[in-house]
């Protein structure tokens, strides 16, 4: 499908304090979009568990945000410890995040079940200590 | 009212007006709108009305007054056959201290009401309806106060991902609309339409949620009356009362009301760590636009309104909005114990009746439903290129507020790039004729 719009952030990590921008964003640019609010607020909540996660854990990452015709692909690539076991970190609940993190009110082990969720396609691909990518196709529901 | 030529839902009203004669163009109704909604060319101001959410920013600033509130005025009424006051709490706030509900009351009759309406057990009822609602509630947090007209279209506007959590209760003052209409049409055996319902408004978005109703079904109100348009007369009554002894006019009904008047702060029994309550739309957008990006948590309910320090400070109000407030903090400490009839019957009604919006609340489409995501893309594109043609001063000179709007209003078609001053120089000339006159 022929891609329509294409956007790229860049993120840093433990940037708490600007964690949030870049999903709110993607929701301005969806919402001039005319993208019906059930599809965006799929987006959206995947951008935001994606964004939280590089600000928690990774150094550095960008998100790779593209529109066409009937869905919208998020491709998330972050410089960082990575992933040891995957289908762990997909469980709801599992948590690697410190007690200062929750206290700041994250890390209750829901963000890449969350982005699962919310996806059509989901793909993680992680190497440990270097990064992870992960690969999100969210697509407009008829009934949504 | 004068609209955007090439803009298109001709069936969306709004609760003011723009008289286009007055109108100067001073743009300070365009710099003023929250939503960018209002252009200035030609020297007269133009709305955009998909985009209005009718908060009367526009109205405040108008330094020719060109812009006025679509409200009745009591001979407006005279169709009616009985006709019932409801005035808002702020209303009572407006007085001297020792000018009490009580007499504000009788001040209304005489003005040519037949009643005046016990608003506070329609507030009792509605607390209770979104209690239980947030109680119940198992979707998406924080839910959002539905009682101010203008927090409903900001965010059927500007947030349209929020919109399911826009609380589906309907307003107090409708509920009291539809319980007026319902005793007065048994007692009196006249048939409802006969009897009008008039909500006493501090604002005039009050106005366009009766024209209006944001969830598209017939308001059980006939109209506003704002609090401006009869302050003289109820204080001049009020004078006159004065030097009546007691009991001698007027008495029965307005003696028994307002002894439970909550004056504004409508849910100040909720729950206090999930709960925000929010005034003044500058404070809500902040909010708004925070939990879009997820750094509000564990709030539950967020009471909004958008007038800076609530409904006392509507833009029909004519008190002083911080003495207002000191009269209202006053009315609240002398508000008495609850009767157990009053009880009773908050019991009685909560549980006969239904206090749910009639039809559900959908985000506003801000353009022609037909317009297909191509071109809305290249739109977009087109607007973020011509932002590096503009200077991003946001003078307004172009007759848009910022240069962002002038920039989608080019890619739209409605606007001419060239009427921006560091584009065309000689367009200076032009704004020469509409402004040295």
Same mark, same amino acid.
């Not at chain 2, 005025?73 to 409801?86: C, N, Q, Y």
């Not at chain 2, 037909?370 to 000179?397: I, Q, T, Y």
């Given at each position: 499908?022929a891609?329509l719009?294409r956007q790229?952030?860049?993120?840093?990590?433990?940037?708490?304090?600007?964690a949030?921008?870049?999903?709110?964003?993607?929701k301005?640019?969806?919402?001039?979009?005319?993208?019906?609010a059930?599809?965006?607020?799929?987006?959206?909540?995947?951008?935001?568990?994606?964004?939280?996660?590089?600000?928690?854990?990774? %150094?550095s990452?960008?998100?790779?945000?593209?529109?066409?015709?009937?869905?919208?692909?998020?491709i998330?690539?972050?410089?960082?410890p990575? $992933?040891?076991?995957?289908?762990?970190?997909l469980?709801?609940?599992?948590?690697?995040?410190?007690d200062?993190?929750?206290?700041?009110?994250f890390?209750?082990?829901?963000?890449?079940?969350?982005?699962?969720k919310?996806?059509?396609?989901?793909?993680?691909?992680?190497v440990?200590g270097?990064?992870?990518?992960?690969?999100?196709?969210?697509?407009?529901?008829?009934d949504? | 009212?004068?609209?955007?030529g =090439?803009m298109?839902?001709p069936?969306?009203?709004?609760?003011?007006? *723009?008289?286009?004669?007055?109108?100067?163009?001073?743009?300070?109704c365009?710099?003023?709108?929250? =939503?960018?909604?209002?252009?200035?060319?030609?020297?007269?101001?133009?709305?955009?009305?998909?985009?209005?959410?009718d908060?009367?920013?526009?109205?405040?600033?108008?330094?020719?007054?060109?812009?006025?509130?679509? &409200?009745?005025?009591?001979a407006d009424?005279?169709?009616?056959r009985?006709k019932?006051?409801?005035?808002?709490?702020?209303?009572?706030? %407006?007085f001297?201290?020792?000018? =009490?509900?009580e007499?504000?009351?009788?001040?209304?009759?005489l003005?040519?009401?037949d009643?005046?309406?016990?608003? #506070?057990?329609?507030?009792?009822?509605?607390?209770?309806? $979104?209690?239980?609602?947030?109680?119940?509630?198992?979707?998406?947090?924080?839910?959002?106060?539905s009682?101010?007209?203008?927090?409903v279209?900001?965010?059927?506007?500007?947030?349209p &991902?929020m919109?399911?959590?826009?609380?589906?209760?309907?307003?107090p003052?409708?509920?009291?609309?539809?319980?007026?209409?319902?005793?007065?049409?048994? +007692?009196?055996?006249?048939?409802?339409?006969?009897?009008?319902a008039? /909500?006493?408004?501090p604002?005039?978005?009050?106005?366009?949620?009766?024209?209006?109703?944001?969830?598209?079904?017939?308001?059980h109100?006939?109209?506003? *009356?704002?609090?401006?348009?009869?302050?003289?007369?109820i204080?001049?009554n009020?004078?006159?009362l004065e030097?009546?002894?007691p009991?001698?006019?007027?008495d029965?009904?307005?003696?028994?009301i307002?002894?439970?008047? /909550?004056?504004?702060?409508?849910f100040?029994?909720?729950?206090?760590s999930?709960?925000l309550p929010?005034?003044g739309? =500058?404070? $809500?957008?902040?909010?708004?636009?925070?939990?879009?990006?997820? +750094?509000?948590?564990?709030?539950?309910?967020?009471?909004?309104? #958008?007038?800076?320090?609530?409904?006392?400070?509507g833009?029909l &109000?004519?008190?002083?909005m911080?003495?207002?407030?000191?009269?209202?903090?006053n009315?609240?400490?002398?508000?008495?114990?609850?009767?157990?009839?009053?009880l009773?019957?908050?019991?009685?009604?909560?549980?006969?009746?239904?206090?749910?919006?009639? #039809?559900?609340?959908?985000?506003?489409?801000?353009?022609?439903?037909?317009?297909?995501?191509?071109?809305?893309?290249?739109?977009?594109?087109?607007?973020?290129?011509?932002?590096?043609a503009?200077?991003?001063l946001?003078?307004?000179?172009?007759?848009?507020?910022?240069c962002?709007?002038h920039a989608?209003?080019?890619?739209?078609?409605?606007a001419d790039?060239?009427?921006?001053?560091?584009?065309?120089?000689?367009?200076?000339?032009?704004?020469?004729?509409?402004? /040295?006159r």
């Amino acid at each position: 499908m022929a891609e329509l719009l294409r956007q790229c952030f860049v993120m840093q990590g433990r940037n708490f304090d600007k964690a949030g921008e870049i999903s709110g964003e993607i929701k301005v640019i969806l919402r001039d979009l005319g993208i019906n609010a059930a599809y965006t607020r799929r987006v959206v909540i995947v951008a935001f568990e994606a964004e939280m996660n590089v600000v928690m854990y990774a %150094q550095s990452g960008t998100l790779t945000f593209s529109v066409t015709e009937d869905a919208i692909d998020l491709i998330i690539e972050d410089v960082g410890p990575g $992933i040891p076991d995957i289908n762990l970190a997909l469980q709801e609940g599992y948590s690697t995040a410190s007690d200062e993190m929750r206290e700041m009110g994250f890390g209750f082990g829901m963000g890449l079940p969350n982005m699962k969720k919310n996806s059509d396609e989901f793909r993680i691909e992680s190497v440990v200590g270097k990064g992870t990518t992960v690969y999100a196709t969210v697509r407009h529901h008829e009934d949504a | 009212m004068q609209r955007c030529g =090439t803009m298109k839902t001709p069936e969306l009203t709004h609760g003011f007006e *723009i008289d286009i004669d007055r109108c100067e163009g001073t743009m300070s109704c365009m710099r003023a709108c929250p =939503t960018h909604a209002i252009r200035v060319k030609d020297g007269k101001a133009r709305l955009i009305p998909e985009q209005c959410i009718d908060c009367g920013s526009c109205l405040k600033v108008c330094p020719t007054g060109a812009i006025s509130a679509a &409200t009745l005025t009591i001979a407006d009424l005279d169709r009616f056959r009985f006709k019932v006051a409801v005035p808002a709490p702020a209303l009572f706030t %407006q007085f001297a201290r020792s000018d =009490t509900p009580e007499l504000v009351g009788q001040a209304l009759l005489l003005l040519g009401f037949d009643a005046v309406w016990e608003y #506070a057990l329609d507030i009792e009822l509605i607390n209770r309806a $979104i209690r239980d609602f947030v109680r119940r509630w198992n979707g998406p947090f924080p839910l959002i106060s539905s009682s101010c007209p203008v927090v409903v279209r900001l965010v059927q506007v500007s947030y349209p &991902t929020m919109v399911e959590q826009l609380i589906p209760i309907d307003a107090p003052r409708e509920i009291a609309g539809r319980e007026i209409k319902r005793l007065y049409s048994e +007692k009196l055996k006249i048939p409802p339409e006969e009897i009008a319902a008039i /909500y006493i408004t501090p604002c005039q978005g009050k106005s366009i949620s009766i024209l209006q109703p944001a969830e598209e079904v017939k308001s059980h109100l006939d109209g506003t *009356i704002g609090i401006s348009e009869i302050y003289n007369d109820i204080l001049f009554n009020i004078r006159r009362l004065e030097g009546i002894e007691p009991g001698s006019e007027g008495d029965s009904e307005p003696r028994k009301i307002f002894r439970m008047g /909550y004056p504004e702060g409508e849910f100040h029994n909720l729950s206090e760590s999930h709960y925000l309550p929010l005034t003044g739309l =500058t404070d $809500i957008i902040n909010v708004f636009d925070d939990i879009e990006k997820g +750094k509000i948590r564990n709030i539950e309910f967020l009471e909004c309104h #958008a007038c800076p320090g609530g409904c006392i400070g509507g833009n029909l &109000t004519v008190e002083n909005m911080y003495v207002a407030r000191a009269k209202k903090l006053n009315l609240i400490a002398s508000i008495p114990v609850p009767t157990k009839e009053y009880l009773l019957e908050v019991e009685r009604r909560y549980a006969l009746e239904d206090f749910s919006l009639r #039809a559900p609340l959908n985000p506003r489409s801000l353009e022609d439903g037909k317009l297909d995501l191509h071109e809305r893309v290249r739109r977009k594109k087109k607007s973020n290129e011509l932002m590096n043609a503009l200077p991003g001063l946001n003078c307004g000179l172009c007759g848009a507020p910022m240069c962002r709007d002038h920039a989608e209003d080019v890619a739209a078609g409605i606007a001419d790039l060239k009427e921006c001053v560091f584009i065309s120089k000689d367009r200076i000339q032009n704004l020469k004729k509409h402004y /040295y006159r």
